[in-house]
């Protein structure tokens, strides 16, 4: 997928302000920006600028939506893949998928690269179970591209590689040498105070009967455990709800049950993955 908010059409981007909560995740990716936008500050320094960074974390904490606004923020094109996508290949397919990839971003630079679940293609190396091919060939031919591929980027470039996981444990560890991907970024499940901010925002965006803030300190303390992408959903289930009854506006009610359901949802989903 390629991003670019320069192009006319290209919609509104994600901005910093809809990522709500992850104060410290935002402050340290913000520094990526200002590398990409003021690449000679750094440089008369002799600074090394880094390459890119690892975002870490659960599911639908709000990692895509970080890197996406890096890139509007920076006003820089896009360009996202998830890691299966390369894994999926046969053939050296993967590798030359990677060096597109890498192809293409240069052509674009400055720009933003984003891998979602990196651990698909960077599993480590020869340890009998490491890649869907056992860790021989294919796989290690396309972690071996990405590996040469950050190793040719750098702040000249433009070029900015971001990556999503939540298997630092499992990731090859020279993904993880200094120069490649040596700055992690922790975004974690929204402690109360930054459920309060995450619901507050997606509140914005439904009709409701009192101010957005009259729901949004009641519903963080019901939500313990809850992910951003879980409050975003409870927010939509919570307007269905009030519109399968008619209803003009949302209430607490609407939004009670909707966390009921949320519930349920995660909790089969544990159930399937146990
Ligand atoms: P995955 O690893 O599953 O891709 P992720 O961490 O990349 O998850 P996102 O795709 O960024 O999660 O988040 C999914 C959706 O959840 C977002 O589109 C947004 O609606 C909501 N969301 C998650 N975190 C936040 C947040 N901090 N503030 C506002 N909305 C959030």
Redesign the pocket.
Known sequence: TIIDPLLPGSGRGVKFS?????KEAKQEVMEFVDFLKNPDKYRTLGAKVPKGAL?L??????????AKAVATEGQIPFLAMNGSEFTEMIGGLGAARVRDLFKEARKRAPCIVYI??LDAIGRQRSSGQSGFDGGSGESEQTLNQLLVEMDGIGSKEGVVLLA?T?RLDILDKALLRPGRFDRHIM?DL?NQE?RR??FE??LKSIVLEKPASYYSRRMASLTLGF???D??NVVNEAALHAARYGKKVVSALDLEYAVERVVGGTEKRSQALS
Not at 18 to 22: C, H, I, K, Q
Not at 57 to 66: A, I, S
């Open positions: 809809d990522v709500a909560g992850a975002l974390g659960p599911p639908g904490c709000g990692k895509t939506l970080l979602d679940e999503s939540n975004m929204p930054e901010e995450i925002h997606h992910s951003g992408a409050i975003a």
